[in-house]
């Protein structure tokens, strides 16, 4: 669809180019663009950072205003000229396997963490999805990412005047957030569908561009559904049980026809958790109708291509559904593979012959996909403990499950201060492709500066919790001196330990306690 069709205000002729400047959330990572967006509306900038908002909500006399500043006009220009060379620009992928005949890597993730700008994720594993497109990008590697477009995301956090936490669910506006219709070959809105008991499921297709790498979501938001059945992509991880699979429905069959409507070839699918796995069902069934093959064939020829990476450290945290509730859900479905329920299920168990009631995931994962990894060596190894039962009389050491060390895409978390010391010291493309060299290089910077632009990173990071706090104490109604006394509490030369998000069990907050000599050396 053509951006500025879906943009609800026209600009002036000129300034067309921020349409597709803002939509292209490269300027998340990409900061040669925040002095425009930063001489388009200085306040909105500093207080969103969003480009999208920017647009959607400056005046139009605003606009009038920048039509005719030539400086402007000159650095708009200067921008949109240098992301067609970025994305014009061969890079690592295309450099080191020149004759690869790789189609796509389909991404499947239940959240994606690429900016507060489009809020579809709630943490660590949302935040890994957006780095993975983020570091496609930068290397020119061919993937697409596949996920869910929420109405409400996440909930929003704030804390009262008695320390409580507060749980808000704005609504996400799509003509807010930065992402665009998809457009079927007659024009009109790209629908995939999926059958639920007694209806259909319709769902709108929806594209995110991140910098070279599309992101489809899928939402089902639509007029043409029940009531009832709009609200499935209402909120991330929310509802109950049963909710929770129609989200995983729409994700794994949904998701992987929205690829074939695209027409998008995807040798590979890569499972980021289990709660895409039915994606390993609708790809083999696709198989069979393409073949004329039965299930098992189709399967057994389709999960060499399919990857599934487990982030779980324990066996309760995988998702598990109840038999009756899969009888009336994929009982039809089942029936399109040729499968009876006790089959179908058996995907789900230990073994096929077991008498367990529940559907899990992960053994669908595990099933479906050639390829399974932790994601770190620790990991590896918990992930083998947790699934050896699916590998009965295998040694330990040899079950198939690998691993491959989370990473981050650095740019995205780089200080100003860090990135003008590692540019100094690397380079501005240290990251984007073999870093042979890198080491050495940063090892040879002198304490001096790295603890100079520590101390300056941590000096920002205090000042912004120090404002965030005065603000927080002003909403919830404390009095100003219980304000005051906890602002200067932070100091930026004192060690300061800190939870962001979430205070679960699980994260062990108080093992640092268990050894007080190491916190000493803190």
């Not at 970025?86 to 295309?94: E, P």
């Not at 994962?365 to 403990?385: F, M, P, Q, T």
Request: charged share 20%; proline share 5%.
């Amino acid at each position: 669809m053509n951006p500025e069709r879906y943009l609800p205000r026209s600009l002036p002729a000129s300034l067309k180019g921020l349409t597709s400047l803002a939509l292209d959330l490269r300027w998340n990572w990409n900061h040669s663009a925040d002095e425009l967006w930063q001489m388009v509306d200085p306040e909105l900038w500093q207080d969103t950072g969003d480009p999208w908002l920017i647009l959607e909500t400056i005046s139009r006399k605003r606009l009038e205003t920048l039509a005719a500043d030539a400086s402007f006009l000159e650095e708009l220009q200067r921008q949109l000229t240098y992301r067609e060379t970025c994305m014009k620009r061969q890079a690592w992928f295309g450099e080191t396997y020149k004759d690869s005949s790789l189609g796509a890597v389909a991404y499947f993730s239940m959240e994606f963490g690429l900016s507060e700008a489009l809020p579809i994720y709630s943490g660590g594993l949302g935040i890994l999805a957006g780095d993975f497109l983020k570091t496609a990008s930068d290397l020119d590697i061919p993937v697409v990412g596949i996920g869910l477009l929420y109405q409400q995301g996440y909930f929003h956090q704030a804390i009262d005047c008695n320390g409580d936490q507060l749980a808000f669910f704005p609504y996400n506006n799509p003509t807010m957030l930065p992402v665009l219709p998809l457009q079927g070959p007659d024009g009109e809105w790209l629908r995939v569908s999926v059958e639920l008991p007694g209806r259909t499921l319709h769902l709108r297709g929806w594209q995110a561009q991140v910098g070279r790498v599309p992101l489809y979501l899928l939402d089902s938001n639509d007029l043409l559904n029940a009531p009832g059945d709009r609200s499935i992509t209402g909120e991330l991880y929310g509802g109950g049980v049963e909710m929770r699979l129609q989200q995983e429905i729409a994700l794994g069959i949904g998701g992987w026809r929205l690829l074939q409507a695209l027409d998008i070839d995807c040798p590979v699918c890569h499972l980021n958790e289990g709660h895409a796995a039915f994606a390993v069902l609708e790809r083999a069934r696709s198989f069979m109708e393409r073949q004329k093959q039965p299930f098992p064939v189709a399967l057994r020829c389709t999960r060499a291509g399919n990857i599934f990476t487990t982030h779980t450290p324990v066996a309760a945290g995988f998702d598990h559904f109840p038999q009756e509730l899969m009888i009336q859900y994929f009982a039809n479905y089942a029936d399109s593979l040729g499968l009876g329920m006790d089959d179908f299920f058996g995907l789900g168990r230990i073994d096929g012959n077991s008498d367990q009631d529940l559907f899990n995931m992960a053994y669908l994962a595990i099933r479906g996909c050639g390829k399974v990894n932790g994601v770190s060596r620790l990991h590896g190894e918990v992930s083998r403990r947790i699934f050896r039962d699916l590998f009965p009389r295998w040694p330990a050491s040899e079950i198939p499950i690998g691993h491959v060390t989370n990473g981050v895409h650095v740019p995205s978390w780089d200080s100003a201060a860090a990135d003008a010391l590692w540019t100094r010291e690397c380079g501005k493309p240290r990251w984007l492709g073999d870093m042979e060299g890198n080491e050495q290089a940063l090892q040879n910077v002198c304490d001096e500066d790295l603890w100079t632009m520590r101390s300056q990173s941590r000096q920002r990071l205090i000042e912004k919790v120090q404002r965030r706090l005065m603000r927080q104490g002003a909403i919830s109604g404390r009095d100003r001196e219980w304000v005051e006394h906890y602002v200067m509490m932070l100091d930026p030369n004192v060690l300061t330990i800190g939870f962001a998000r979430r205070f679960a069990t699980y994260k062990r907050s108080t093992l640092l306690l268990t050894d007080p000599a190491r916190l000493k050396c803190l």
